[in-house]
């Protein structure tokens, strides 16, 4: 059988490293560990990953801090897993640029459950079929949305984007000129329903606009903000 995805383990302790890899080998993935950040770090530099599981309590460089190095240049899925189910930490997780996160102790199925799940979603995989006429596409001035490869476009040029990023542009998109609120977009963006720092839709909308913004500002302004309110999107189909 063919490996599927090939996934990076990052965990101080090596007893987790083993569990994961041996569920997650289970499962045909192709799986490489680091033990600290700064292994991390290299590795997801040097390495094309379909997915990261990266712990966010590390002696050194803790998670959040490989997470926001990663997100520099790579655009690669990633779930954080925190010892800690407070609020605050899946807050820091998310404005880091994570994708989703797991609370320790976990169950090694549900793990896997996730990781098929955000690999299903994720603008980088490897393993979308686009050889058909696409069905879902949003076709605008400067950029294009193929929903079905998850793929975005701006002037002919392709955006890596995050899982997160993706789902967050192409929300926003099927609505011209809507005006959503920061905290209904954490709660249908981002599927979870509580109340924190809502600079992690801030962070991502900052994001989003600067990968779009270095092939054409006009794109990047196609992400509107509605002072007080949220942000919409703002053009006009061809």
């Known amino acids: 059988m063919e490996q599927e995805a090939r996934i990076l383990v990052v965990d101080d302790e090596e007893r987790i490293r083993r569990l994961l890899r041996m569920y997650l080998e289970r499962e045909n993935y ?43 240049t790579k655009a690669t899925p990633i779930i954080m897993l925190t010892a800690k189910g407070e ?11 994570t994708d989703d996160y797991i609370v320790k102790p976990f169950s090694p199925r549900e793990v896997v459950l996730r990781v098929k799940a955000l690999l299903r979603r994720s603008s980088s995989t490897k393993f979308l079929h686009t050889d058909t006429a696409a069905k879902d596409v949003l076709v605008f001035q400067h ?36 005006v959503f609120s920061r905290e209904q977009l954490l709660k249908d963006v981002w599927n979870y329903d509580f109340f924190g720092d809502l600079r992690t839709v801030d962070t991502h909308i900052k994001r989003l606009r600067e990968k779009l913004n270095r092939v054409s500002p006009e794109a990047a302004s196609m992400i509107s903000t509605v002072w007080g309110v949220g942000y919409k999107f703002e053009a006009a189909k061809e």
């Not at 609020?87 to 640029?97: H, K, L, P, Y």
């Open 30 to 72: 192709y799986v490489e560990d680091a033990e600290n950040g700064e292994e991390a770090v290299k590795l997801g530099l040097e390495n094309e990953y379909d997915l990261i599981l990266l712990d966010i309590m590390m002696p050194g460089m803790d998670g959040i801090e490989v997470c926001q190095e990663l997100r520099k």
């Open 87 to 97: 609020e605050a930490n899946r807050v820091q997780g998310f404005e880091a640029g």
């Open 143 to 178: 950029l294009t949305i193929d929903n079905d490869a998850h793929r975005v476009s701006v002037n002919g040029s392709e955006i890596n984007l995050t899982p997160k990023e993706y789902e967050l542009l192409y929300y926003l998109a099927q609505s011209p000129d809507k």
